[in-house]
T-cell receptor, first 114, second 115 residues
């Protein structure tokens, strides 16, 4: 167990709806990264939050947005859901600073869009 | 987009044999990391090798890194049925201001270890 928790575990939504996924980072970690993993693929970087601000973003549209709270937990919000948003969403926490920061992953939220 | 590609895509071996997985990537990196994933669940960090290192060991794991060829390999010795999982390499680049690394994952190798 990494100490990173995510909720909910599974979620089913329909196209056009909005969804919020939550992540609690490991104690002592102030950076949270979000990844999307489509079936049979490797995870793809969505964005990272550090000190409550977005600190880098992957190739995802603006309808993917996030928040980080003072306790370093984080939310991922996706608006106007599309079928292709069906995936496993992973968050990872790490400590700040450049260099070799190991990222600790949560168990993921499985999102199905119908 | 995926940074790297793992080879092979799938590997099936007998318990006790060694398993070797290769990873190629495209850009310069701070470090390269290997992760294991069981049945679509969370990723478990296995080992990290920095860009100035060539080889690293951890238990039954041996990782090599060749930055001139932009490639890495993961060797699992004396494999066990419990090693059955998907294995991903991930390259790390620093992101902007101080927050940490962005990981770019490969496509993964599915390893099956049979009794």
């Amino acid at each position: 167990e990494t100490g990173v928790t995510q909720s909910p575990t599974h979620l089913i939504k329909t196209r056009g709806q909005q969804v919020t996924l939550r992540c609690s980072s490991q104690s002592g970690h102030n950076t949270v990264s979000w990844y999307q993993q489509a079936l049979g693929q490797g995870p793809q970087f969505i964005f990272q939050y550090y000190r409550e601000e977005e600190n880098g973003r992957g190739n995802f549209p603006p309808r993917f947005s996030g928040l980080q709270f003072p306790n370093y937990s984080s939310e991922l919000n996706v608006n106007a859901l599309e079928l292709d948003d069906s995936a496993l969403y992973l968050c990872a926490s790490s400590s700040s600073g450049r260099g070799s920061n190991e990222q600790f992953f949560g168990p993921g939220t499985r999102l199905t869009v119908l | 987009s995926q940074q790297g590609e793992e080879d092979p895509q799938a590997l099936s071996i007998q318990e006790g044999e060694n398993a070797t997985m290769n990873c190629s990537y495209k850009t310069s990196i701070n470090n390269l990391q290997w992760y294991r994933q069981n049945s679509g669940r969370g990723l478990v960090h296995l080992i990290l090798i920095r860009s100035n290192e060539r080889e690293k060991h951890s238990g039954r794991l041996r990782v090599t890194l060749d930055t001139s060829k932009k490639s890495s390999s993961l060797l699992i010795t004396a494999s066990r049925a419990a090693d059955t999982a998907s294995y991903f390499c991930a390259t790390a680049l620093s992101i902007l201001t101080g927050g940490g690394n962005k990981l770019t994952f490969g496509t993964g190798t599915q390893l099956k270890v049979e009794l």
